[in-house]
Antibody, heavy 121, light 107 residues
Framework: QVRLMESGGGVVQPGRSLRLSCEAS????????IHWVRQAPGKGLEWVAV????????YYSGSVRGRFSISRDNSKNTVYLQMNSLRVEDTAMYYC??????????????WGQGTLVTVSS | DIQMTQSPSSLSASVGDRVTITCRAS??????LNWYQQRPGQVPKLLIS???SLQSGVPSRFSGSGSGTDFTLTISSLQREDFATYYC?????????FGGGTKVEIK
């Protein structure tokens, strides 16, 4: 079955860095774009970034552009989110999600359980 | 970035009620609009893609409509398991965005 598993979360001080991983299984990983979506405690969903299946196309939300970087290693079925210059407002549960295109519309059809990032001094 | 505005942000309803949630985009997004349900403590679940296409296993009491900038999610007869938070999401742009969410609570 399809599975996405995030790891790498933890407590970090403002200004420091953290790298999250999303390991996938149960589907042809190299054929899918993978997204990161975050949810601050008690708040709504916020899309963070995507890396397309080709690994060359990457897009970011305005709130993380220039600080976060997404990459993938298809040999390891893993997507990474490198988070630099972390801020208190980056505190959230970070989910990775598979991007599936249905009649040209990108949807998030499979989600991991998330990894919690806490930015605090 | 395209802004997605949902209303209301929360509502109280009873089992059996008809519930309507609205989502408005800051620019036209054609039919690139999806809806998700998130129950407390759970990850989001895709309900509807492309404005109105119900995903497999989603009850037919859920429906979606709209085009351009204005979209609607309707639950025709609210059931206990439908109490959750609902999010719209656009994929018209390469920078995707969610609405702020609508929490559906028990009256």
């Amino acid at each position: 079955q399809v599975r996405l598993m995030e790891s790498g979360g933890g407590v970090v001080q403002p200004g420091r860095s953290l790298r999250l991983s999303c390991e996938a299984s149960g589907f042809r990983f190299s054929s899918y774009g993978i997204h990161w979506v975050r949810q601050a405690p008690g708040k709504g969903l916020e899309w963070v970034a995507v890396i397309w299946d080709d690994g060359d196309n990457k897009y970011y939300s305005g709130s993380v552009r220039g600080r976060f970087s997404i990459s993938r290693d298809n040999s390891k079925n893993t997507v990474y989110l490198q988070m630099n210059s972390l801020r208190v407002e980056d505190t959230a549960m970070y989910y990775c999600a598979r991007g599936t295109t249905i009649y040209a519309v990108v949807t998030f059809d499979q989600w991991g359980q998330g990894t919690l990032v806490t930015v605090s001094s | 970035d395209i802004q997605m505005t949902q209303s209301p942000s929360s509502l109280s309803a009873s089992v059996g009620d008809r519930v309507t949630i609205t989502c408005r985009a800051s620019q036209t997004i054609s039919n690139y609009l999806n809806w998700y349900q998130q129950r407390p403590g759970q990850v989001p679940k895709l309900l509807i893609s492309g404005v109105s296409s119900l995903q497999s296993g989603v009850p037919s009491r859920f429906s979606g409509s709209g085009s351009g900038t204005d979209f609607t999610l309707t639950i025709s007869s609210l059931q206990r398991e439908d109490f959750a938070t609902y999010y719209c999401q656009q994929s018209y742009s390469n920078v995707l965005t969610f609405g702020g969410g609508t929490k559906v609570e028990i009256k």
